[in-house]
């Protein structure tokens, strides 16, 4: 579904983030990214998203680049930001109506989020603005309309900050869902035992470059340690200098 193939780029030119990156996101199934802060995970979105445009390789989906059919692309992929981005004008409802709108669903999809509403306690909330929302109700927000669009790949960055634990339970059975519905994902974050329980795969990034990748069972080779958790592994690459 989604191939990353030597991925070069960043914010600049002259100063790549990220370096000769390759990984795949096969349908139906959870890939991990991995790495400490400033590794390159976050840049690595971005560059998928086409918020940044690659230095140099190639971002493939459906065996077809995302440059060249952007607008197809996009209407099959949601995102859930570290950062909710939110319009201070628009209501929850109207938030949703917009994301209704852009993806081109049809006029069902109210019947649609209803049940969504109700698993993360926001059905009361229709018609309130984003600044009477605390940090997990943004969040939510965020959550919901990524949900709404059951899209062909979901990209996660960091989803669980802010939200409270019924919140953050019920994201990850609607995420199980979808990955049994065939959908993609894409998940970074910081909080490895749960990657480990629910990852498939992981790329794990250090300093721009993928260090370990694969199973598990595969990256447990690749360090040396049998046996190891993704805590484990994750602190061993980053603590080791070599790598």
């Not at 990214?33 to 971005?46: D, F």
């Not at 929302?133 to 059951?150: E, I, N, P, T, Y």
């Not at 989803?159 to 990955?179: T, V, Y």
């Not at 910081?190 to 794990?204: I, N, S």
Request: proline letters at 5%; a neutral charge.
């Amino acid at each position: 579904m989604l191939e990353i193939k030597n991925l070069t780029g960043g914010y600049s030119s002259r100063q790549p983030v990220i370096h000769d990156i390759s990984f795949t996101v096969r349908p139906g199934e959870i890939v991990g990214l991995i790495g400490l802060n400033g590794a390159g995970k976050s840049t690595t979105i971005k560059q998928i998203l086409g918020f940044l445009h690659p230095g140099s390789g190639e971002i493939l989906f459906d065996g077809i680049s995302t440059e060249q059919e952007s607008v197809r692309f996009r209407k099959q992929v949601a995102y859930i930001p570290e950062t909710p981005y939110l319009y201070p004008e628009l209501t929850l409802e109207e938030h949703l109506e917009l994301t209704a709108m852009a993806y081109s669903l049809n006029d069902r999809w109210k019947e649609r989020i209803l049940p969504l509403l109700r698993e993360f306690q926001m059905e009361n909330v229709l018609e309130w603005y984003p600044s009477t929302f605390s940090k997990g109700m943004r969040q939510k927000v965020m959550v919901l309309c990524a949900f709404l669009v059951q899209p062909k790949l979901l990209i996660v960055d960091e989803p669980f900050i802010g939200l409270d634990p019924l919140a953050i339970h019920s994201l990850l059975e609607r995420m199980l869902q979808l990955k049994q519905q065939g959908t993609g994902i894409l998940l970074s974050t910081h909080v490895l035992a749960t990657a480990e329980k629910y990852g498939d795969r992981f790329v794990l990034l250090k300093k721009g470059r993928i260090v370990l990748s694969g199973k598990l069972e595969e990256m447990r080779k690749q360090a040396g340690l049998s046996g190891a958790s993704l805590d484990d592994l994750f602190i061993h690459v980053s603590k080791d200098e070599n790598r």
